[in-house]
C-alpha cells in the first residue's frame, strides 16, 4: 500500500507532464498550418501577376524596354540615342533587372519586370522571421498580414514598378536596424557591429537609388538607432569627478558614437551611390537632377497633379478598410506601450512614426492625380517593423499572443474585397492569355511595335520612346535639353515615313482610342491602320484596354 500510494502520483506526474507538452505542440503547428494559409493567399495573388503575359498597369512595359536597350548596349540617358523618360523614381530599379535578365535570358518580360513582386511577400517572410526570434509562425502572420493589407490598399504591390523592389529594400533595412537595436553597441569596438551599421547605409543607399521616395524608411530607422546608441549606458567615471568634468566626458562621447554612427551610415550609403553615379549615369549630375527630381516639377511639362485638399486621414485610405486599418492602429499603440521602460527610444518611434505619416499624407496630396494610396506603404512597413520589433518576443505565453494575433488578423482583413480582388485578376490573367495567342496568330511572327506596350518584345529593335505621351509634353518643353527633344522629333518623322505593319497600345477609352501614345501614332492609328483585336479591362488600377492595330494592307509573313 505504501509502495502504490508513493508511485501513483508521480505516475501522474509522468503521464501528466507529456500530455500539456503535446497539448502545446499542437496548438504551435494549428497555429502555424492556418498563418501559412494566410501567406499562401498572398501567394496566389502573386502567381497570378506573374504570370499574367500583359501590362497590368499602362506604363509598366516601359521598364522592360529599358532593359533590353541596356542590354543591347543602348546608353538609356544618352539623349542622342533614345528619349527615355519613364524611369524617374530611381535608377538602380532598371540596372538589377537587367542583371537578372543577362544571366536568365529565357525569362519574359513580364517576369523579369514582376521578379521583385514575387520576391516581396518572401523578403517579408525572412524580415519577419528574424525580427521574431526565429518564430515561424509568428513570421507567417505577421508578413501574411502585411502583404495582405498592402494589396488592398493598392493593387499597385503586383506591378513590376520600383515600388516592390524598395519594399524588399525597407524589409532588409528593418532587419539591420533590429540586431542594431538588440545588440549593445560595446564601445563600436565590435567588427560586426559595425559592419551591421554600414549595411544599414548601404541598403538605404539601394532603397535611395531604386525609389527617392522611399528614403524617409531607413532615414527613420537609422535616427531611432542613432538615438539608442547615444543614449546607451557608459564608462563608469572614477569617484570624485566634477560635475563639469563628467558634462564634458557625456558631450564628448554622445558627440563621438554620433559622428561615428552617422559616418558609418553614409559611408555605406556612398558605397552604392557613388558607383551608380558614376558607372550608370557618367557622373552628369545636371541628368541625374532633370531625370529622377527635376522630372515631377511643372518646368518639366509633366509635373504631378495636387489633390483637391490636404487631408491628415484621407478618407479613400481607410473607407474601405475601416477594420484593418483600426486593428493595425491598436497594434501600434499596444508596441508604443511596450516600449514605456525605455522612454526615450519610446519618444524616438513616436515621433518618427509621426513624421512619416504627415511626410507621407503630403506626398499623396501633392500627386493625389499621378500617384496613389501606395504612397502610404512607406509607413505601413516602417510601423510593421516597430510593431514586430517590439511585441514578438520570447516567452512561456508565446504561442498564445500570437494566436491572439493570428485571430485579429483573420478577423480585421477585408476577406470580400480582397475575393473580388481575386477574381479580377484570376480573369484578367485567363483573358490575358487568350489575347497573347491571339496576336501572335494575327502578327504570324512579325515584330509587333509599341510606345508604352512593350511586353510582347523580346529584342530590342532601336526603339526611342519608351512611354508616348510623357516624352512628348518633356520633348515640348525643352527641359532635358535640345538633343533630347530632336531625338523625339526624328522619331516622329520616321515613323510617319516608315510606319510599322503591328502596333500594339494601351487605350484609356476605346471607343474615344485615346491612350497614353504619342499624337504622332494616334493620328496614324486613325488614318492608316484598322483594329483587328482588343482586350478590355486588362489594368488593375485604370481599366482601359490593350487593343491591336494593323497597317491597311499591310501583308503578314506566313508561318512555316
Not at 509598366?60 to 524611369?87: C, H
Not at 527635376?294 to 485610405?317: D, I, M, N, Y
Not at 483587328?532 to 485604370?542: I, L, Q, W
Amino acid at each position: 500500500m505504501t509502495v502504490s500510494t508513493l508511485r501513483a502520483p508521480n505516475a501522474t506526474v509522468r503521464l501528466g507532464m507529456p500530455s500539456a507538452r503535446l497539448r502545446s505542440i499542437a496548438l504551435r503547428s494549428a497555429v502555424t498550418a492556418v498563418a501559412g494559409g494566410l501567406f499562401m493567399v498572398g501567394l496566389v495573388f502573386v502567381w497570378l501577376a506573374l504570370t499574367n503575359p500583359l501590362e497590368i498597369e499602362l506604363r509598366e512595359g516601359s521598364l522592360w524596354i529599358l532593359v533590353l536597350a541596356k542590354r543591347a548596349g543602348v546608353d538609356i540617358y544618352d539623349p542622342t540615342q533614345v528619349a527615355f523618360v519613364n524611369m524617374n523614381h530611381g535608377p538602380l530599379d532598371p540596372v538589377l533587372k537587367t542583371w537578372l535578365s543577362t544571366m536568365l535570358p529565357m525569362l519574359p518580360g513580364h517576369v523579369i519586370t514582376r521578379c521583385f513582386v514575387l520576391l516581396t511577400p518572401w523578403v517579408f517572410l525572412w524580415a519577419a522571421y528574424v525580427m521574431t526570434r526565429r518564430s515561424l509562425p509568428g513570421a507567417l502572420i505577421a508578413a501574411g498580414g502585411l502583404y495582405l493589407l498592402c494589396l488592398h490598399v493598392s493593387r499597385l504591390l503586383l506591378v513590376g514598378r520600383s515600388d516592390a523592389t524598395a519594399l524588399c529594400g525597407m524589409a532588409v533595412c528593418g532587419v539591420l536596424a533590429h540586431q542594431l537595436l538588440v545588440l549593445s553597441s560595446r564601445d563600436w569596438s565590435s567588427r560586426a557591429y559595425l559592419a551591421r551599421q554600414i549595411a544599414l547605409g548601404a541598403a538605404g543607399g539601394v532603397v535611395f537609388l531604386v525609389s527617392w521616395r522611399y528614403f524617409p524608411v531607413p532615414a527613420a530607422l537609422q535616427f531611432v538607432v542613432l538615438v539608442k546608441q547615444i543614449t546607451e549606458p557608459r564608462r563608469p567615471l572614477p569617484r570624485g569627478t566634477s560635475v563639469p568634468r563628467r558634462a564634458l566626458a557625456w558631450c564628448a562621447t554622445t558627440l563621438y558614437r554620433a559622428s561615428l554612427s552617422i559616418a558609418c551610415f553614409f559611408v555605406g550609403f556612398a558605397a552604392i551611390w557613388l558607383p551608380i553615379f558614376f558607372f550608370e549615369l557618367n557622373g552628369d549630375g545636371p541628368s541625374y537632377y532633370r531625370h529622377f527630381f527635376g522630372f515631377f516639377s511643372a518646368e518639366s511639362g509633366w509635373g504631378v497633379v495636387t489633390g483637391a485638399k490636404f487631408q491628415l486621414l484621407p478618407r479613400a485610405l481607410w473607407i474601405n478598410r475601416l477594420g484593418a486599418v483600426v486593428a493595425f492602429a491598436a497594434l501600434i499603440v499596444l508596441a508604443l506601450y511596450r516600449q514605456r521602460r525605455k522612454p526615450v527610444l519610446l519618444a524616438a518611434w513616436f515621433v518618427m512614426l509621426a513624421a512619416l505619416w504627415v511626410t507621407v499624407c503630403y506626398g499623396y496630396y501633392k500627386n493625389e492625380g499621378g500617384g496613389g494610396l501606395h504612397y502610404f506603404f512607406e509607413f505601413f512597413i516602417f510601423a510593421w517593423i516597430f510593431v514586430v520589433h517590439a511585441l514578438c518576443q520570447r516567452g512561456r505565453r508565446r504561442t498564445r499572443s500570437e494566436l491572439a494575433l493570428l485571430a485579429v488578423t483573420i478577423l480585421a482583413l477585408p476577406w470580400p474585397e480582397l475575393s473580388a480582388y481575386y477574381r479580377t485578376i484570376a480573369d484578367i490573367r485567363v483573358r490575358a492569355l487568350a489575347f497573347r495567342e491571339q496576336v501572335a496568330a494575327l502578327t504570324a511572327g512579325e515584330p509587333v511595335f509599341g510606345e508604352e506596350t512593350h511586353l510582347f518584345k523580346d529584342e530590342y529593335r532601336g526603339e526611342v520612346v519608351d512611354t508616348g505621351d510623357t516624352v512628348d509634353r518633356i520633348a515640348a518643353s525643352g527641359y532635358f535639353g535640345r538633343e533630347f527633344t530632336a531625338t523625339y522629333r526624328q522619331y516622329t518623322k520616321d515613323i510617319n515615313r516608315n510606319p510599322p505593319p503591328f502596333v500594339l497600345v494601351g487605350l484609356l477609352n476605346v471607343s474615344k482610342e485615346s491612350g497614353v501614345m504619342t499624337p504622332t501614332l494616334r493620328s496614324l492609328l486613325r488614318l492608316r491602320y484598322t483594329r483587328v483585336a482588343t482586350m478590355p479591362d486588362n489594368c488593375f488600377s485604370y481599366g482601359g484596354a490593350q487593343a491591336l492595330y494593323q497597317r491597311k494592307g499591310a501583308r503578314t509573313r506566313r508561318r512555316p
